[in-house]
């Protein structure tokens, strides 16, 4: 098996649930349900700029489609298309079977349909489209933070950048949360759940892929407003708190938990939809009128912080 056409139809043409036409044609054909709009988010994944050389393929198939997923979820969607540009140095079927294994174990896990892509020889790159359904009206927006609005977070921050950087050899931990943390980095959850059941009780939303300063930045821009985030109500491991280290829960990337802002009367509400979806959601901050973020620690003093989100070209 060695043309582009027999490893599309042996790793890539899979079951398709909810597609009227699916790989095999010049297009795809969906139908998407009356008074739903379309949601569309493209990201790439490149070797050594997204991902480091020799990552396990399994892990890479899995995060290609989860960081799409986690565009969608941020945006209130229901995520059902996906298709996969991949261009590859050389055939190798042991990668492709884990990189396919990876993709469809995220596909399967969150009901996603693969409808199409591209397949070439080059440097080892890999590019999804993601397509979801939101109800007219529904969608969860950065520009819609209201002044006195929680500012809320899922899961805990600063896990992947952790990994990163001890993959990199320039942070130690110790085994069990190095283990977490390169697991967190390498197998991103996707909060596909709980972004499709906030658009009631949300105002805006986003999700953290480069860093929350830089990412609530957007949400502050986009709307116009401030916010005062609590240091210490940031949920993180506590080896940040005992060393310090805070660069990687306000700086760091490839978290992909969602960041959202909500009236205080809705707090019980987006508890709720918090517990019923299994998801850790916490409240860190205030939107506010002043049109400027500042950080409190434990004693209400202002700390000081870079904003050193990630940039491909800064
Ligand atoms: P075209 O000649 O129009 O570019 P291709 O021969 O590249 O079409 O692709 C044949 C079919 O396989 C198309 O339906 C395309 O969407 C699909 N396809 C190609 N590569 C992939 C891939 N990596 N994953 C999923 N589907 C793919
Ligand atoms: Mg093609």
Known sequence: MTSEFEIIEYYFKKKIKHTVLGIG???????????????????????????????????????????????????????????LSISLPKISHLWLRKFSGGFFK????????????????????????????????????????????????????????????SLQ?????????????????????????????????????????????????????ASKVGAVLMLNDIPCEKFIHTSKQYQFVLNGGDDYELLFTAPKKNRSYIKKIAKKTNTAANIIGIITHKKDLKILNTQGKS????????????
């Not at 899995?62 to 298309?81: H, T």
């Not at 989100?309 to 800064?314: K, W």
């Open 25 to 83: 044609d010049d297009g795809a054909i969906v139908n998407i349900q009356k008074n739903h709009q379309l949601v569309i988010s493209s990201d790439m994944l490149i070797e050594n700029i997204h991902f480091l050389k020799n990552t396990n393929p399994f892990h890479l198939g899995w995060k290609s489609l989860a960081v799409n997923l986690s565009d969608i979820a941020a945006m209130g969607g229901k995520p059902k298309w996906a298709t």
């Open 106 to 165: 995220c596909a399967n896990q969150f009901g996603i349909d693969l409808i199409g892509g591209d397949t070439s020889r080059g440097p080892l790159s890999i590019s999804v489209t993601i397509m979801g359904e939101i109800k007219n009206n529904h969608t969860l927006l950065r520009s819609n933070a209201k002044i006195n609005d929680d500012i809320w977070i899922t899961g805990q921050l600063g896990l992947a950048s952790m990994g990163l950087a």
């Open 303 to 314: 700390v000081p912080f870079h904003i050193m989100g990630f940039d491909h070209f800064a």
């Open 169 to 221: 050899r320039k942070l130690k931990l110790p085994p069990l949360l190095k283990t977490k943390c390169i697991n967190t980095l390498e197998v991103p959850t996707p909060r596909v759940s709980l972004g499709s059941h906030l658009s009631r009780y949300t105002n805006s939303c986003i999700d953290i892929s480069d860093g929350l300063i830089q990412d609530l930045n957007h949400i502050l821009k």
